[in-house]
């Protein structure tokens, strides 16, 4: 799966409309310090449903908004879109090309697209997860996480085999399925009470 491009607008230093396009083979993002090297992989990690602003580097969700400079306004709204290629089909829907976007008002307000469609958080992470860019992905590897995924408990580590092996999707699945199953029998009890107050 190849991502092709990445669209900012308002969102951290992006406070115009910006677009990256991305040619097969490796990219290099080079800038002096604080030029915003940084809030490209932030987007990417944000756009992919990433909830922590803390994670992101901030300390609210709003923060990914363009906050204002010294020449310019702060701008109401942070969206960001990434365009991905699914010719191979590793993404299960029936599309060769595959957008998706995020974005979030000053109000709170906020919305997922996927293909310009309005679509759920949940659909994201279950389009994306087994492909390693999901919650627990390893497609983005930041600073110090090597270190931390080292140091890291057996249990997390155990999550980063499973998403690397292709299995989540099916776990989160047999989860759902169990709590239906529970909550069927509660109900067939409650049928039985029914059933034995009537007779
Ligand atoms: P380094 O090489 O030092 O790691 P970098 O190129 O990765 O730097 P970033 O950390 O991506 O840089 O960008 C930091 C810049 O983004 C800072 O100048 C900061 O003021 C700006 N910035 C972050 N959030 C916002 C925001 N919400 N509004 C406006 N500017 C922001």
């Not at 990914?64 to 829907?93: C, H, Q, W, Y």
């Not at 169990?178 to 029998?185: G, R, Y």
């Not at 509660?186 to 059933?195: A, E, K, M, N, Y």
Request: hydrophobic content about 35%.
């Amino acid at each position: 799966m190849v991502l092709k491009r990445i669209e900012l607008n308002g969102f951290k230093s992006f406070a115009d409309k910006t677009e990256i396009l991305l040619s097969p083979g490796l990219t290099v993002v080079v800038g002096p310090n604080g030029s915003g090297k940084s809030n490209v992989a932030d987007a990417i990690r944000w756009v992919l449903g990433e909830q922590s602003p803390r994670s992101l580097r901030g300390s609210k969700m709003e923060d990914v908004i363009f906050a204002g400079s010294d020449r310019r306004k702060p701008v109401g709204m942070a969206e960001v879109s990434l365009t991905l290629d699914n010719e191979k089909g590793m993404l299960p829907v029936d599309y060769r090309e595959v957008t998706v976007t995020r974005r979030v008002f000053r109000s709170g307000e906020s919305d997922y697209l996927l293909n310009r469609s309005p679509c759920r958080l949940r659909d994201l992470q279950e389009l994306f997860s087994d492909t390693g860019l999901g919650r627990e992905g390893i497609s983005i590897i930041g600073q110090g996480r090597v270190d931390e995924v080292l140091s890291s408990r057996p249990e997390e580590r155990r999550a980063l085999i499973e998403e690397a092996a292709g299995i989540v999707r099916y776990r989160n699945r047999k989860r759902e399925a169990v709590k239906k199953l529970e909550e069927t029998e509660q109900h067939l009890i409650r049928l039985g009470d029914i059933i034995g107050e009537l007779q």
